[in-house]
C-alpha cells in the first residue's frame, strides 16, 4: 500500500525513468522511510483498497495499533510469526470496505492448523484413494477395517442424490467468490472460498457416509481443484503446493484461470435448503428434550432410550392460502415480492400475522429462482417423499438412540395418512390414529413426532 500510495511523488511514468516531483531517488527509500510512510500515511489511502500490503494501517484485536500499547505489527513480523499464507489469510479475513481492517491473531493461529490439515485430507484422499464401483462395495471395503482413512474410499460411476446436492454447491460458492474477488471483497471472497466451501465437502462427507454410499472420486478431485484457486489469491504458497505436488498440475497455479461452472439449479437449492432444515428441526428437537430432561422438567419421551421418529408429509396446501398466492402473484413484479403491498391487500387482518411465514416462503421461492408457474401453482420444486427417502440413514446415524423411522403422507388435512416405504416408496398400512400435530405439516414443511419403542 505505501509503495502506491506516495508512487506519483516518486516517479512521473510507469518504468521509473524519471524523477517525480518529490525529487526522491531510489537510494532515498530505506526501509525507516517505508516504516514511516506504513505507519503515517492513512491520509494518503483515500478509497484505494489491496490485500497484499493491507496490513500496514490496521487494528490488532480490536484495538489501534501503537508501539507504547505493545500491539504494534509490521508486514514481515506477522510472516515470521505465523507464515505467509496464515497472515494473508487473517488479512483478508481482516475486513471489506475502507475501515481500517481488524487484524485477529486467533485467526491468523486458527488459520495455520486449518491449512495444514486441510493440506493433508487434499494429500489422503488423492494418494491414498482406494477406488470402488459401487455403494455396496464402498460399504464392504469400509467394514472391513483395511482402509485407515475411510474418507480414501470413493465411488467411481454416476451422480447420487448428495453427488448432486455437492456439486451444485460447489458451482455456486465459485461463482459467490469469484464475484467477491472482482469486487475486492477479500473477507466475503475468504468465506466462500474457504470457509463455506470446507463446511459444504464437510456437509457432503458426512451425509455420504452417514448414508453408507461413501463420497465420489470425481467430485473428491474436483472440490480440491475449486478449493486451491479459491485460496490461490489469498494463500497462493498452500494454493500452488496442492495444485503441482498434490493434484499434479503440469504447471504453477499461477498460470491457471479461475473455473467457469455453470449457474446454480434452483430446484437443487431448494431441495439443500429442505434437507438442512429439515434435519436441524429434528435434531434440535430431540437436543431439546435432552435438555427439559437434565433440568428435570416434563418430557414427551425418553431422550436417554431407544426412540421412534415418525414424520409426516403433506402434499395439500391449506385451503386458506389460495387467497394469499394471488395476493403474492400480484405482488410480484419479476424480480421481488413488495410484502408491504400484500399486507394492506389482506381482507382480514387478524389472519395476516398467521400468514406471513407462508408468504415468506413464496417469495424466497420465487426471488431464489424457481419458476414462478411452479410457485403459483403451489408445486415443491422436487418430490418431498423421495427427499425425505434420502435422508432417512442419515437420521438414523446422526439422532442418538433412533432405532426406527416411519414416513406417512398425509391426506387431505392431515388427519389420516398412509405409510411410505423408506426403500422403495411403496404405499402401505393406513394411518387414521394420527396425533394433532400432523395437521401442521404443509408441502416443503413436514411435522414430525418422537415416541420411545
Same mark, same amino acid.
Given at each position: 500500500?505505501?509503495?502506491?500510495?506516495?508512487?506519483?511523488?516518486?516517479?512521473?511514468?510507469?518504468?521509473? $525513468?524519471?524523477?517525480?516531483?518529490?525529487?526522491?531517488?531510489?537510494?532515498?527509500?530505506?526501509?525507516?522511510?517505508?516504516?514511516?510512510?506504513?505507519?503515517?500515511?492513512?491520509?494518503?489511502?483515500?478509497?484505494?483498497?489491496?490485500?497484499?500490503?493491507?496490513?500496514?494501517?490496521?487494528?490488532?484485536?480490536?484495538?489501534?495499533? #501503537?508501539?507504547?500499547?505493545?500491539?504494534?505489527?509490521?508486514?514481515?513480523?506477522? @510472516?515470521?510469526?505465523?507464515?505467509?499464507?496464515?497472515?494473508?489469510?487473517?488479512?483478508?479475513?481482516?475486513?471489506?470496505?475502507?475501515?481500517?481492517?481488524?487484524?485477529?491473531?486467533?485467526?491468523?493461529?486458527?488459520?495455520?492448523? %486449518?491449512?495444514?490439515?486441510?493440506?493433508?485430507?487434499?494429500?489422503?484422499?488423492?494418494?491414498?484413494?482406494?477406488?470402488?464401483?459401487?455403494?455396496?462395495?464402498?460399504?464392504?471395503? *469400509?467394514?472391513?477395517?483395511?482402509?485407515?482413512?475411510?474418507?480414501?474410499?470413493?465411488?467411481?460411476?454416476?451422480?447420487?442424490?448428495?453427488?448432486?446436492?455437492?456439486?451444485?454447491?460447489?458451482?455456486?460458492?465459485?461463482?459467490?467468490?469469484?464475484?467477491?474477488?472482482?469486487?475486492?471483497?477479500?473477507?466475503?471472497?475468504? $468465506?466462500?472460498?474457504?470457509?463455506?466451501?470446507?463446511?459444504?465437502?464437510?456437509?457432503? *462427507?458426512?451425509?455420504?457416509?452417514?448414508?453408507?454410499?461413501?463420497?465420489?472420486?470425481?467430485?473428491? #478431485?474436483?472440490?480440491?481443484?475449486?478449493?486451491?484457486?479459491?485460496?490461490?489469491?489469498?494463500?497462493?504458497?498452500?494454493?500452488?503446493?496442492?495444485?503441482?505436488?498434490?493434484?499434479?498440475?503440469? #504447471?504453477?497455479?499461477?498460470?491457471?484461470?479461475?473455473?467457469?461452472?455453470?449457474?446454480?439449479?434452483?430446484?437443487?437449492?431448494?431441495?439443500?435448503?429442505?434437507?438442512?432444515?429439515?434435519?436441524?428441526?429434528?435434531?434440535?428437537?430431540?437436543?431439546?428434550?435432552?435438555?427439559?430432561?437434565?433440568?428435570?422438567?416434563?418430557?414427551?419421551?425418553?431422550?436417554?432410550?431407544? %426412540?421412534?421418529?415418525?414424520?409426516?408429509?403433506?402434499?395439500?396446501?391449506?385451503?386458506?392460502?389460495?387467497?394469499?398466492?394471488?395476493?403474492?402473484?400480484?405482488?410480484?413484479?419479476?424480480? @421481488?415480492?413488495?410484502?408491504?403491498?400484500?399486507?394492506?391487500?389482506?381482507?382480514? %387482518?387478524?389472519?395476516?400475522? $398467521?400468514?406471513?411465514?407462508?408468504?415468506?416462503?413464496?417469495?424466497?421461492?420465487?426471488?431464489?429462482?424457481?419458476?414462478?408457474?411452479?410457485?403459483?401453482?403451489?408445486?415443491?420444486?422436487?418430490?418431498?417423499?423421495?427427499?425425505?427417502?434420502?435422508?432417512?440413514?442419515?437420521?438414523?446415524?446422526?439422532?442418538? $438412540?433412533?432405532?426406527?423411522?416411519?414416513?406417512?403422507?398425509?391426506?387431505?388435512?392431515?388427519?389420516?395418512?398412509?405409510?411410505?416405504?423408506?426403500?422403495?416408496?411403496?404405499?402401505?398400512?393406513?394411518?387414521?390414529?394420527?396425533?394433532?400435530?400432523?395437521?401442521?405439516?404443509?408441502?416443503? #414443511?413436514?411435522?414430525?413426532?418422537?415416541?420411545?419403542?
Amino acid at each position: 500500500m505505501a509503495y502506491y500510495t506516495i508512487a506519483p511523488l516518486l516517479h512521473k511514468d510507469i518504468f521509473g $525513468k524519471e524523477l517525480g516531483p518529490a525529487n526522491v531517488k531510489p537510494g532515498h527509500m530505506t526501509l525507516e522511510v517505508w516504516d514511516y510512510v506504513n505507519i503515517s500515511g492513512k491520509d494518503l489511502l483515500g478509497k484505494a483498497h489491496y490485500l497484499h500490503t493491507r496490513i500496514e494501517l490496521i487494528i490488532t484485536q480490536q484495538q489501534k495499533q #501503537s508501539k507504547s500499547s505493545g500491539n504494534f505489527l509490521t508486514l514481515s513480523a506477522a @510472516t515470521a510469526k505465523y507464515g505467509a499464507d496464515a497472515a494473508r489469510v487473517a488479512m483478508g479475513d481482516a475486513g471489506d470496505g475502507i475501515e481500517d481492517a481488524n487484524f485477529e491473531e486467533s485467526v491468523a493461529n486458527s488459520s495455520i492448523l %486449518k491449512l495444514f490439515e486441510l493440506k493433508k485430507w487434499c494429500e489422503e484422499t488423492i494418494f491414498e484413494a482406494h477406488l470402488v464401483s459401487s455403494a455396496e462395495e464402498y460399504a464392504k471395503v *469400509r467394514d472391513s477395517n483395511k482402509v485407515k482413512n475411510t474418507d480414501s474410499i470413493q465411488r467411481t460411476g454416476s451422480f447420487g442424490f448428495f453427488d448432486k446436492i455437492f456439486e451444485n454447491e460447489l458451482n455456486g460458492l465459485v461463482q459467490q467468490a469469484k464475484t467477491h474477488y472482482g469486487a475486492t471483497n477479500y473477507k466475503l471472497a475468504l $468465506k466462500a472460498g474457504l470457509y463455506d466451501l470446507t463446511s459444504a465437502r464437510d456437509s457432503y *462427507r458426512s451425509s455420504t457416509a452417514a448414508a453408507d454410499v461413501g463420497m465420489c472420486a470425481e467430485l473428491v #478431485s474436483r472440490y480440491i481443484e475449486y478449493q486451491a484457486l479459491m485460496l490461490a489469491p489469498i494463500a497462493p504458497h498452500w494454493a500452488d503446493y496442492v495444485w503441482t505436488e498434490v493434484l499434479k498440475k503440469p #504447471s504453477t497455479i499461477q498460470n491457471a484461470t479461475f473455473p467457469n461452472v455453470p449457474d446454480t439449479n434452483p430446484e437443487l437449492n431448494a431441495q439443500t435448503a429442505y434437507v438442512r432444515g429439515t434435519s436441524s428441526n429434528i435434531t434440535s428437537a430431540e437436543g431439546a428434550q435432552q435438555k427439559k430432561m437434565a433440568k428435570g422438567k416434563t418430557v414427551s419421551f425418553d431422550p436417554t432410550k431407544d %426412540k421412534k421418529l415418525v414424520i409426516f408429509a403433506q402434499a395439500e396446501y391449506p385451503k386458506w392460502q389460495a387467497r394469499y398466492v394471488d395476493l403474492v402473484r400480484d405482488a410480484f413484479d419479476g424480480l @421481488t415480492v413488495d410484502v408491504k403491498t400484500i399486507t394492506t391487500k389482506a381482507a382480514d %387482518k387478524s389472519a395476516v400475522k $398467521k400468514a406471513m411465514p407462508f408468504v415468506q416462503s413464496l417469495k424466497k421461492q420465487l426471488e431464489g429462482g424457481i419458476s414462478p408457474n411452479v410457485v403459483f401453482n403451489r408445486q415443491l420444486a422436487f418430490d418431498e417423499l423421495a427427499t425425505l427417502r434420502e435422508i432417512v440413514p442419515v437420521l438414523l446415524r446422526t439422532v442418538p $438412540k433412533l432405532v426406527k423411522l416411519e414416513l406417512v403422507a398425509l391426506d387431505e388435512g392431515g388427519k389420516s395418512g398412509v405409510v411410505i416405504d423408506v426403500a422403495d416408496g411403496s404405499r402401505g398400512e393406513e394411518r387414521s390414529d394420527l396425533p394433532a400435530l400432523a395437521e401442521a405439516a404443509i408441502p416443503g #414443511s413436514p411435522s414430525f413426532s418422537f415416541e420411545n419403542v
